[in-house]
């Protein structure tokens, strides 16, 4: 089994900042792309940030406000999240591809969720 465990999500003041954290944990062999996603009440889900061997990728409303950077040595990657905004307010979501070892291909996963609202 491969949990991805989620943290840092909470309640934030407009203008602030968070860092959330997820870390692959269970029958890992190696990770590949992790991701953050979240969706707002009534949204779909959307791509917030990707990180990958050789590069990152973010959505339009995440530039030059959120970071994602990985720690390869624990699996564990973050998103530090700055100039929150009402809007940011959603549930946000680890994605990542794993192996269970060399052998097998990589398969998805998905944390459970960590809500952020911004609020005032």
């Known amino acids: 089994q491969v949990q991805l465990e989620e943290s840092g999500g909470g309640l934030v003041q407009p203008g602030g900042s968070l860092t959330l954290s997820c870390a692959a944990s269970?029958?890992?062999?190696?990770?590949?792309?992790m991701g953050w996603y979240r969706q707002a009440p009534g949204k779909e889900r959307e791509l917030v940030a990707l990180v990958f061997h050789g590069g990152t990728k973010y959505a339009d409303f995440a530039k030059d406000r959120f970071i994602i950077f990985r720690e390869h040595a624990e699996n564990t990657m973050h998103l530090q999240m700055n100039n929150l905004k009402p809007e940011d307010t959603a549930v946000y979501y680890c994605?990542?591809?794993?192996?269970?070892?060399?052998?097998?291909?990589?398969?998805?996963?998905w944390g459970q969720g960590t809500q952020v609202t911004v609020s005032s």
């Open positions: 994605n990542a591809d794993v192996w269970i070892s060399e052998r097998t291909s990589a398969r998805n996963y």
């Open positions: 269970g029958n890992v062999w190696s990770v590949g792309q």
